[in-house]
Structures are given as structure tokens and as C-alpha cells.
């Protein structure tokens, strides 16, 4: 797996940079020009929907199946993704989250509450 950063200002060409990339990818015997192999993540769903919406262009593709099927996804939903969280699902700070959690991760989670801001998670 090949892992691209691009850290630039607005209308710096970061997006057309990363379509061109995962273009580039495209034509690897490895994705076998398959598109749902190939992903895109971003903070905000405003930048994951340009990318997903030039690179479904670019591809000839719907870009709502990109975004369902396909790795185009914010930052979060690739981490609750992984994890098999499923949509609209709510982890919390409650023992059965947590424990379902460690289980999910195959991971020990230690919950230590923090003065009245809450609870902090700690990965041994």
C-alpha cells in the first residue's frame, strides 16, 4: 500500500495533484483499474466529495457508488470503517462500548476519567 500526503493552501492544485496520483495508479497490474481499491480521505465531507466527484469524472464512474463502495471517505468514517462501526452507530463512554471497542482494536482500553471534562481513553 502506497500512502501520498499533500499539504498546500486553497487553489494550490491538491486535489487535481492527488486524481493525477491515483490516476497514475490506475494503470498498476495490482488495482486492475479498479476504482474501489483506490481511496481519498479528507477532514471535511466538502473535500471528499470534490475528490470523489473529479476522480468518478475522470473515470468514467457514478460518483455516489465511488463514495458508498469505494475508499473516497473522511478521515472518521475510514476509522469507524476499520473498526466495523456501522452508520448512525454511537460509541460512548459506557462499559459495554469500551469493551466492545478493545474487542473490536484486539486491544486492552483503559477508561481514566479526567477532573469534569469527561473520560479519556489510554492505549497501553
Given at each position: 500500500?502506497?500512502?501520498?500526503?499533500?499539504?498546500?493552501?486553497?487553489?494550490?492544485?491538491?486535489?487535481?495533484?492527488?486524481?493525477?496520483?491515483?490516476?497514475?495508479?490506475?494503470?498498476?497490474?495490482?488495482?486492475?483499474?479498479?476504482?474501489?481499491?483506490?481511496?481519498?480521505?479528507?477532514?471535511?465531507?466538502?473535500?471528499?466529495?470534490?475528490?470523489?466527484?473529479?476522480?468518478?469524472?475522470?473515470?468514467?464512474?457514478?460518483?455516489?457508488?465511488?463514495?458508498?463502495?469505494?475508499?473516497?471517505?473522511?478521515?472518521?468514517?475510514?476509522?469507524?470503517?476499520?473498526?466495523?462501526?456501522?452508520?448512525?452507530?454511537?460509541?460512548?463512554?459506557?462499559?459495554?462500548?469500551?469493551?466492545?471497542?478493545?474487542?473490536?482494536?484486539?486491544?486492552?482500553?483503559?477508561?481514566?476519567t479526567a477532573r469534569a471534562?469527561?473520560?479519556?481513553?489510554?492505549?497501553?
Open positions: 500500500m502506497k500512502v501520498t500526503r499533500i499539504i498546500g493552501g486553497a487553489g494550490t492544485g491538491k486535489t487535481r495533484t492527488i486524481i493525477a496520483a491515483l490516476e497514475k495508479a490506475m494503470s498498476l497490474p495490482e488495482v486492475g483499474r479498479n476504482p474501489y481499491v483506490l481511496g481519498f480521505s479528507s477532514f471535511t465531507r466538502a473535500a471528499r466529495g470534490e475528490a470523489a466527484e473529479r476522480a468518478a469524472n475522470a473515470w468514467g464512474i457514478d460518483k455516489n457508488t465511488l463514495e458508498r463502495h469505494g475508499w473516497f471517505k473522511t478521515v472518521h468514517s475510514v476509522a469507524y470503517r476499520q473498526i466495523g462501526v456501522e452508520s448512525g452507530q454511537v460509541i460512548t463512554s459506557k462499559k459495554d462500548d469500551m469493551e466492545w471497542l478493545s474487542n473490536a482494536l484486539v486491544s486492552d482500553i483503559g477508561l481514566k471534562t469527561g473520560v479519556h481513553l489510554s492505549f497501553p
